[in-house]
């Protein structure tokens, strides 16, 4: 048994004629330890497909399966990441505040303080712990993101598009912060992403979904060496052979139909 | 809105509240009906309108003008906002009385408390809407020559409006209020008088007739003030939405 | 150093009007406009403290009666109402006419209903104050950033504390435009309530002193009004910045960005 399985997983928005397909049928699992990265064109439901896994929305048909249990509302192992950064820190609680305040449901006192300022200085924020999120920039708040999945202690990290709006620079440091932590707490990755250089970089694997109603095109399997290294592995041929074939095949992908005018956004 | 009217009419039917205190909704409409009918009705509507309209209109020739003056000098802003603080929460009613001494009980008493009351939001809301100038579109506008007048007419005032609209539909209601306040408690002819000689003769199902007259009238001018708001903000909104996707 | 400049100037201007008004009232023999010296030797001798027991307790007593029970009303409502399109749907129109109603014009109702007492005065400055704070919550709490709440709900935070640590506090804002509106009606409500029906408070006394044509009295009434007023509303805006600090900064700070 997988650690977490995904089993025919459809959802739809709407209903009768207005009923717009996002995801159709998804089935794929992810194995204890792993760094699964889930790509496609856009609009093709990979938000959809990880707000079901996270619990947040209830999917149409299919399930979510986690250790063995269906996941009907957000479970206590997982933990997830969004793209909004400045929308999902809350302005009113300093980066310990923020860290800790997950931790309520876990009871854990005093204690929770202490674990929030351990994973902040985990992600290098160490001397920021009594900063308000507007305070530290774009990067550095999508650091106490991470800290407090972290600190939460999930045995899956789910991350939807999570460095997507930063800059290039910024970008890079946090791919390999989250190699780094992957690394040091065995915590299972699922990482949504739009950008193909990414999922090679980050991945095991790679699961390439068609465009929408989403169904999987093709399970990528990535055999980089480890650790990954920013200038190293993106030399490797392998690395180019494998980001010219999903950028392959997400292009074919693209062009298969027309688009239809309202293909709505992931 | 019928249940809660419906649930209404059933305890003041059976006296669970008593209908010398408040009748059943259907003898307050029955009432209504009869009133609009008569024409102290309308008669009462258009003095506590005229006060509305008037007033609302004179505190808008005065306070827009200043409120561009102040707004678009720093010098000036600086030297008036202590005075504009300290004269704007002065409640307008607290000069019920000296109104009363200098102008009597008529309609200048009323319109003059409609006046002050509707001068500061609009005056302020003035003054916020011209500080708020994008600055880029000012330093464009110098960079294409435009003089002082005509930056002032082609980026200042558009910039201004949205602003200037929420200060009308606040002042609306402001000027609503003051002139009903005037009526009751100075006496000017109008809605509120009749309200309260309603309330004081005993006349219970007139008094609460009235008071949806008046609500109904609130109700309309805002809506109409809402929006007026609503199309200029929309049109500002969207100018906005276009510079951050920029 | 600017600032300090600034509020000089300020300040300066203040005075300079005092003294205008100084002057130009001093040699005045108008029966309407007494010197300003006579109205605050009046002021003086009217409120500290002779009458500030019997006419400003009372008035304050009532003004913080009223604007808190539609403050509790309010954000209670806020929340109930926020949180539900269909609970919006049902009440909105009667929140719209009962909110359109000018206040004042339910005085002689609330004479009716409950006399002439405290309770009528209470009353009504809690029916004019509901509005703009519950209209302000309802906004507030049906506006909050989706993904904060995701993001609470992917944590597991309980429905409870989801309203009280992320809901309540992402609404505050709005809350707190509310209730500086209402605040200023609280005010006008509670004046007129006076005026029309009271044998104590501020607004009673300006009306009486008109009458009795005691005319310093009256100006001190006015300018001690217009004290509380601006009084009571510093007093609320630095409770806001301090609960809201985080907002400011996240607006200037979003301003900066652009």
């Known amino acids: 048994m997988s650690l977490l399985e995904v089993h025919e997983l459809s959802k739809v928005y709407g209903e009768g004629a207005a009923a717009t397909p996002a995801i159709s049928e998804l089935t794929f699992a992810v194995e204890e330890r792993e760094f699964v990265c889930v790509i496609g064109p856009s609009g093709c439901g990979k938000t959809t497909l990880l707000r079901c896994v996270a619990g947040l929305l209830a999917p149409t048909a299919g399930s979510v399966v986690l250790r063995g249990k269906r996941v009907a509302r957000p479970p206590d192992e997982m933990a997830l990441v969004f793209q909004e950064y400045n929308r999902s820190l809350f302005p009113w609680m300093t980066a310990r505040q923020n860290v800790a305040f997950p931790l309520r449901r876990k009871r854990l006192g005093k204690q929770g303080a202490a674990r929030a300022e351990t994973a902040l200085d985990e992600v290098g924020l160490g001397r920021f712990v009594d900063h308000y999120p507007w305070q530290l920039s774009g990067g550095m708040q999508q650091r106490v993101a991470i800290a407090r999945a972290l600190a939460y202690q999930p045995s899956v990290l789910l991350m939807d598009e999570p460095f997507a709006s930063v800059d290039a620079q910024t970008r890079a440091d946090l791919e390999d912060l989250i190699l780094q932590l992957r690394q040091r707490f065995g915590v299972t990755v699922v990482f949504v992403t739009h950008d193909i250089d990414e999922a090679v970089y980050l991945g095991d694997r790679i699961v390439v979904l068609t465009r929408a109603p989403g169904r999987i095109r093709e399970t990528v399997l990535v055999g980089l060496p480890e650790p990954r290294d920013q200038i190293e592995t993106k030399a490797l041929a392998e690395f180019t052979r494998l980001r010219t074939h999903v950028n392959r095949v997400i292009k074919q992908e693209a062009a298969r139909q027309p688009a239809s005018p309202d293909a709505q956004g992931s | ?246 | 150093m600017r600032r300090v400049t600034a509020a000089a100037i300020e300040l300066a201007m203040a005075l300079a009007l005092l003294a205008v008004w100084w002057i130009w009232s001093a040699g005045s023999d108008s029966f309407y406009f007494p010197p300003l010296p006579d109205i605050l030797a009046t002021f003086g001798d009217t409120w500290v403290f002779a009458r500030a027991g019997s006419d400003v307790v009372p008035s304050l007593a009532r003004l913080t009666a009223g604007f808190s029970i539609a403050v509790v009303i309010g954000i209670g409502g806020g929340i109930l109402l926020g949180g539900s399109r269909t609970a919006r749907g049902a009440v909105g129109p009667i929140v719209e006419f009962l909110r359109a109603i000018p206040p004042p014009a339910l005085i002689p109702a609330g004479i009716v209903a409950l006399g002439i007492g405290d309770v009528m005065k209470v009353f009504i400055i809690a029916m004019a104050c509901i509005w703009p704070i519950l209209l302000n919550a309802i906004d507030g709490v049906a506006g909050v950033e989706t993904t904060l709440v995701e993001t609470a709900r992917s944590y597991g935070i309980r429905r409870r504390d989801r309203l009280r640590f992320v809901i309540l506090p992402a609404a505050l804002p709005q809350i707190f435009a509310g209730m500086r509106i209402s605040l200023s009606v609280a005010i006008i409500v509670m004046v007129v309530s006076e005026m029309v029906a009271s044998s104590n408070g501020i607004g009673f006394f300006i009306l009486q002193s008109q009458r009795s044509f005691a005319i310093a009295e009256m100006w001190s009434g006015i300018l001690l009004l217009g004290l509380l007023g601006y009084a009571l509303n510093r007093g609320l805006t630095r409770i806001e910045r301090r609960m809201l600090h985080w907002h400011r900064a996240t607006r200037s700070s979003a301003l900066a960005r652009t």
């Open chain 2, 1 to 246: 809105m019928l249940a809660a009217l419906s649930v209404l009419e059933s305890v003041t039917r059976t006296e669970l509240i008593s209908s010398r205190h408040f009748p059943p909704p259907t003898k307050i409409f029955s009432t209504l009906a009869r009133e609009l009918g008569s024409a102290t009705l309308w008669s009462d509507l258009a003095n506590t309108l005229g006060g509305w309209a008037l007033g609302l209109a004179l505190a808008f020739a005065i306070a827009v003008p200043l409120g561009i003056v102040v707004g678009s000098s720093a010098l000036l802003h600086r030297l008036l906002a202590l005075p504009i603080e300290f004269l704007r929460p002065i409640p307008s009613v607290a000069l019920v009385p000296l109104v009363v001494l200098v102008y009597g009980t008529g309609f200048q008493s009323k319109l003059f408390l409609v006046v002050f009351a509707c001068l500061w939001p609009l005056l302020i809301q003035t003054i916020y809407g011209v500080q708020d100038t994008d600055p880029v579109a000012m330093d464009t506008a110098r960079s294409f020559g435009l003089g002082r007048t005509e930056r002032l007419v082609l980026v200042t005032l558009p910039g201004a409006v949205p602003y200037i609209a929420t200060g009308l539909r606040i002042s609306s209601s402001v000027a609503l209020m003051l002139a009903v306040t005037a009526e009751l408690v100075i006496g000017s002819a109008g809605l509120g008088r009749s309200i309260n000689l309603a309330g004081e003769g005993g006349a219970v199902e007139l008094m609460y007739a009235l008071i949806v007259v008046i609500g109904v009238t609130g109700w309309a001018l805002n809506s109409v003030f809402a929006r007026i708001e609503r199309r200029v903000l929309h049109w500002h909104v969207s100018v906005r939405r276009l510079e951050h996707a920029r």
